[in-house]
């Protein structure tokens, strides 16, 4: 899908593959890198979403259907943007998935797996894909990852998201040692609580949707984040003012991940344990 714009800005001439670009923080990226002159391929897993993403940028830009978990659908992602615009310049690996909430003992293998499968298979897939295409073409490159700051601590729920995460800060160090002599950098971002359509089948549920503005207000900043403050630090680590960076996972939270807990400041026991415990653990486990 076409518009015509103006070409302008720090991105112009460049073109950009964004997964998940269907909404959410994907869109917003896709947004913001059009808008800063880039010619946007818009991957997601639903075409109907790419493509209303790609037809409302203001240049180029392709929408393209792929399953970012499928070594085949990689392939034909970047074939359709080489083949559309003869290069790819930049990668916002961004889809993924936040699976089960259910607790340890209860998560069932297949709802394990499917996490990793998209989230970190994905996540490789499209770093192989990316790196693959910088050596056909002989170019550098700029490649930001979507982390988050669940890859940076731990909690009782969302085990597989979580795991995924930390795995996805590996990958991003992994990518970065090895491209940085090639003159390909690798970034991660990592979102703190933005209510998007990712979570929006756990709406109901804690820890999902339906309460992401009252855990926000706990943040040093005191609210939620907006997708296009997270588009913003995506268009920056992929942009020369980061020239002398990578490898780096940049929280962009509200400052969530430098809280210390058992400090005053921090809510230190101005919540009740025994209602958290009782409604995290299902019956069973006894004292």
């Known amino acids: 899908m076409q518009s015509s714009g103006t070409g302008q800005g720090r991105f112009a001439g460049q ?5 998940g670009a269907g909404s959410g923080l994907g869109r917003a990226s896709a947004e913001r890198l059009a808008a800063d002159g880039a010619r946007v391929v818009a991957v997601d ?3 109907d979403k790419a493509t209303a993403t790609a037809e409302a940028l203001p240049g180029e830009a392709l929408a393209v ?6 070594e085949e659908d990689v392939a034909g992602y970047m074939r359709a943007a080489v083949e559309r615009f003869g290069r790819v310049d930049l990668h916002h690996l961004n889809a993924g998935i936040f699976g ?11 709802d394990f797996e499917r996490v990793m499968a998209v989230n970190v298979r994905g996540q490789f897939l499209g770093l192989r894909a990316a790196f693959r295409a910088y050596r056909e073409q002989g170019t550098r490159g700029a490649i930001a990852v979507t982390a988050s700051i669940a890859g940076h601590t731990g909690a009782a729920d969302l085990l597989p998201y979580q795991t995924s995460k930390h795995a996805v800060v590996g990958l991003v160090h992994a990518a970065a ?22 979570f929006a089948a756990a709406a109901t549920t804690t820890g999902g949707k339906n309460d992401m503005e009252q855990r926000a207000s706990t943040t040093p900043l005191r609210r939620a984040g907006r997708a296009e403050e997270i588009a913003g630090a995506v268009a920056f680590v992929l942009s020369e003012d980061a020239a002398y960076m990578t490898g780096e996972i940049l929280a ?3 400052g969530a991940s ?13 919540w009740d344990a025994a209602a958290v415990d009782a409604q995290m653990y299902s019956e069973g486990w006894t004292r």
Do not use: H
């Open 15 to 19: 073109v950009a593959v964004v997964t």
């Open 65 to 70: 259907r792929a399953d970012i978990a499928s």
């Open 177 to 198: 040692v090895y491209g940085g002599p090639l003159g390909i950098r690798v970034n991660g971002v990592a979102p703190g609580i933005v209510p998007t359509e990712l």
């Open 252 to 254: 962009v939270d509200g």
């Open 45 to 47: 897993i639903d075409l």
């Open 100 to 110: 089960s909430f259910a607790e340890l003992t209860e998560l069932e293998v297949d």
């Open 258 to 270: 430098i809280v210390n807990t058992v400090r005053p400041s921090g809510g230190a026991g101005a």
